[in-house]
């Protein structure tokens, strides 16, 4: 099994920065993917940024310009660098990697996500 452990989250004034961090333990072949989702009060789950493991990267357009996603694969961990932070980007922020089990890819169980205030 492979678990996630998001941190890094808290509360910040707009337009201020966070690193998230995210460390994976488990027994690990390869991971094929590793993203960011987050989910707002009230709203929906939604992706923030996705790394492939070529180390191509994808962001929602909501945060393009102001959130980076990295990676140290010998660590098992991924990052989102957070900066001009604004008050929709509240939310609870996930991990999410994709991971490769032989027959296939399969992703991992959802932990509990870091909570992220941007308030004034």
Do not use: H
């Not at 995210?22 to 992706?47: D, F, V």
């Not at 962001?59 to 393009?64: C, H, I, L, Q």
């Not at 929709?88 to 909570?115: K, M, P």
């Amino acid at each position: 099994q492979v678990q996630v452990v998001e941190s890094g989250g808290g509360l910040v004034q707009p337009g201020g920065s966070l690193r998230l961090s995210c460390a994976a333990s488990g027994t690990i072949s390869k991971i094929t993917a590793m993203a960011w989702y987050r989910q707002g009060p009230g709203k929906q789950r939604e992706l923030v940024a996705r790394i492939s493991a070529s180390g191509v990267v994808t962001y929602a357009d909501s945060v393009k310009g102001r959130f980076t996603i990295y990676r140290d694969n010998a660590k098992n961990t991924v990052y989102l660098q957070m900066n001009s932070l604004i008050a929709e980007d509240t939310a609870v922020y996930y991990c999410n990697l994709d991971i490769f089990v032989g027959f296939g890819t399969r992703s991992t169980d959802w932990g509990q996500g870091t909570q992220v205030t941007v308030s004034s």
